[in-house]
């Protein structure tokens, strides 16, 4: 899999965005932009707790998207002392999760299915705060016109 498009737009510092930057420039066939174009991008990338160290990832047409890749990333991150976890909106049924830790070959890491509710509220409601949200759907994260998407330069 190649040529994901990336979108990043956040003016505040972030270790963990600096991190996935170096990624996609080693990877060399994913781009990076920080102009919102919903129809050229594939992944956005959120900066939303500036002191959480919990990079959630999603998987559908995140992880899938380019699975090698990913699995470099989240290598990087523990290697780096982030703590990368899964958070779908799939629900969490025994063959959903199967899926998901093949693909990911069983490494261990944390999954979170929200079963169709809205990431960003379900993962503080388990007591979670995000650190950096890499997905392929941001209307999943957040509603529109929060001020977490506005702050990362989607007005919408």
């Known amino acids: 899999m190649s040529d994901l498009v990336f979108y990043y737009h956040n003016r505040l510092p972030c270790a963990a965005f600096a991190l996935l930057e170096t990624a996609i420039k080693e990877h060399g066939e ?7 174009d919903e129809f050229r991008v594939d992944q956005y990338v959120l900066a939303d707790s500036a002191t959480s160290r919990i990079i959630a990832i999603d ?9 090698d890749f990913y699995l470099a990333l989240i290598k990087r991150y523990r290697e780096s002392g982030w703590e990368p976890i899964v958070c779908t909106l799939r629900d969490d049924m025994d063959d959903n999760l199967l899926e998901i830790r093949e693909r990911l070959q069983g490494d261990g890491m944390r999954i979170y299915t929200t079963d169709g509710r809205k990431k960003r509220a379900f993962m503080l409601h388990q007591g979670i705060s995000v650190g950096l949200w890499i997905d392929d759907y941001f209307p999943a994260i957040i509603p529109f016109g929060s001020p977490l998407l506005i702050r990362n330069g989607i007005e919408y």
Do not use: G, Q
């Not at 998987?59 to 699975?67: E, G, R, S, W």
């Open 30 to 36: 994913h781009e990076l932009i920080s102009t919102f």
């Open 59 to 67: 998987f559908d047409n995140t992880i899938t998207a380019d699975p």
